[in-house]
């Protein structure tokens, strides 16, 4: 397999190079190459844009006759990529450009027209100071006064770029970080007081308002008289049955209670005194509570219970 990829020829001996016959090609044979628009063009056919950098099949031949310095100019044939029409272009060693040939027009050469036109006003100054020694000097002090105008600028520049190399820049941006915090600290404080006052305010109001309200109270306005229910008597007049029944319910049932037996010793005699039921009415209480006079012995008793047994036998 190396042998297939040896690049070293064998040259026997004898070998003559003068005697190797050379072959007759034409002087303006063309060759094909690959190769990129160099400018930006319009196809006059179809009016296609052909931009720069636009890989083409170009076919190259030697300008017969065409030469700068030695040096030889190419020609370049390509197909537009809409109507494949043919445009050519050759190099322009003197400008270090290409040329437009025919088939198409060159866009966007600003620059170039620039160009070519500072060239034009050079050309025309030197024809007017080859005939004019007036406007020599006239140019000269034009010149002079520009030089001097620009001198004076690029001075100011460098005065303008050292004061600002002295600058700290870091500096500036804590010293510009710590002022927006004290301006929000400062906010923050306006913000709080002002709320505290708002709130105070409204507080004094409402306790404004409350003893205004206290001392200046309106006098309360009479109710509206209600209109007379039409059946009020009859409702009166049942309210007052039902109270009568209730009070002769209530004599009823105090007939009905037997009164409790208390004895009670006093002065070293003893009493039975009837307590009243609790449901019996309050004359009946003051009645059974109030004072007695001492009665006799109880052997006095006795002996008159004991009479009034025989008598009723």
Not at 26 to 55: H, S, W
Not at 279 to 289: H, I, Q, R, T
């Given at each position: 397999m190396?042998?297939?990829?040896?690049?070293n020829?064998?040259?026997p001996?004898?070998?003559?190079p003068s005697?190797?016959p050379?072959?007759k090609?034409?002087k303006?044979r063309?060759?094909?190459?690959r190769l990129?628009?160099?400018?930006?063009?319009?196809?006059k056919?179809?009016?296609e844009?052909?931009?720069k950098?636009?890989?083409?099949?170009?076919?190259?031949?030697t300008v017969?006759?065409?030469?700068?310095l030695?040096l030889?100019?190419f020609?370049f044939?390509?197909?537009?990529?809409?109507?494949?029409a043919?445009?050519?272009?050759?190099?322009?060693?003197?400008?270090?450009?290409?040329?437009?040939?025919?088939?198409?027009?060159?866009?966007f050469?600003a620059?170039?027209?620039?160009?070519?036109?500072?060239?034009?006003?050079?050309?025309?100054r030197?024809?007017?100071?080859?005939?004019?020694?007036?406007?020599?000097l006239?140019?000269?002090?034009?010149?002079?006064?520009?030089?001097?105008?620009?001198?004076e600028?690029?001075?100011?520049?460098?005065?303008?770029?050292?004061?600002?190399?002295?600058?700290?820049?870091?500096?500036m941006?804590?010293?510009?970080?710590?002022s927006?915090?004290q301006?929000?600290?400062?906010?923050?404080?306006?913000?709080?007081?002002?709320t505290?006052?708002?709130?105070?305010?409204?507080?004094?109001?409402?306790?404004?308002?409350?003893s205004?309200?206290?001392?200046e109270a309106?006098p309360?306005?009479?109710?509206?008289?209600?209109?007379?229910?039409?059946?009020a008597?009859?409702?009166?007049?049942?309210?007052?049955?039902?109270?009568?029944e209730a009070?002769?319910?209530?004599?009823?049932?105090a007939?009905?209670?037997v009164?409790?037996?208390?004895?009670v010793?006093?002065?070293?005699?003893?009493?039975?005194?009837?307590?009243?039921?609790?449901?019996?009415?309050?004359?009946?209480?003051?009645a059974?509570f109030a004072?007695?006079?001492?009665?006799?012995?109880?052997?006095?008793?006795?002996?008159?219970?004991?009479?009034?047994?025989?008598s009723?036998?």
């Amino acid at each position: 397999m190396s042998e297939r990829k040896v690049l070293n020829k064998y040259y026997p001996p004898d070998f003559d190079p003068s005697k190797i016959p050379k072959l007759k090609l034409p002087k303006d044979r063309q060759y094909v190459v690959r190769l990129m628009a160099p400018f930006n063009m319009r196809c006059k056919t179809c009016g296609e844009y052909i931009y720069k950098g636009k890989k083409f099949n170009a076919r190259k031949e030697t300008v017969q006759n065409e030469a700068y310095l030695g040096l030889p100019i190419f020609r370049f044939y390509i197909k537009c990529t809409r109507c494949l029409a043919e445009i050519t272009f050759k190099t322009d060693p003197e400008n270090t450009d290409y040329a437009m040939e025919h088939g198409a027009t060159r866009n966007f050469q600003a620059e170039k027209l620039l160009e070519e036109e500072e060239k034009r006003v050079q050309k025309e100054r030197e024809d007017e100071e080859r005939n004019n020694p007036m406007k020599v000097l006239e140019n000269r002090t034009k010149d002079s006064k520009l030089e001097m105008e620009v001198l004076e600028n690029l001075q100011e520049l460098k005065d303008l770029n050292q004061r600002q190399a002295h600058v700290d820049f870091e500096g500036m941006l804590m010293q510009h970080r710590l002022s927006q915090e004290q301006r929000r600290q400062q906010q923050e404080e306006e913000d709080e007081r002002e709320t505290a006052a708002l709130l105070e305010e409204a507080r004094h109001r409402r306790l404004l308002e409350d003893s205004d309200s206290e001392d200046e109270a309106p006098p309360s306005q009479p109710r509206a008289a209600a209109r007379p229910n039409p059946t009020a008597i009859l409702d009166e007049a049942l309210k007052v049955k039902r109270k009568a029944e209730a009070v002769g319910r209530r004599a009823q049932l105090a007939g009905l209670i037997v009164p409790k037996k208390v004895k009670v010793e006093a002065n070293g005699a003893s009493e039975q005194v009837q307590m009243p039921a609790a449901g019996a009415p309050e004359s009946m209480k003051v009645a059974s509570f109030a004072p007695q006079t001492p009665r006799a012995s109880s052997l006095s008793q006795l002996v008159t219970y004991g009479d009034s047994e025989d008598s009723d036998s």
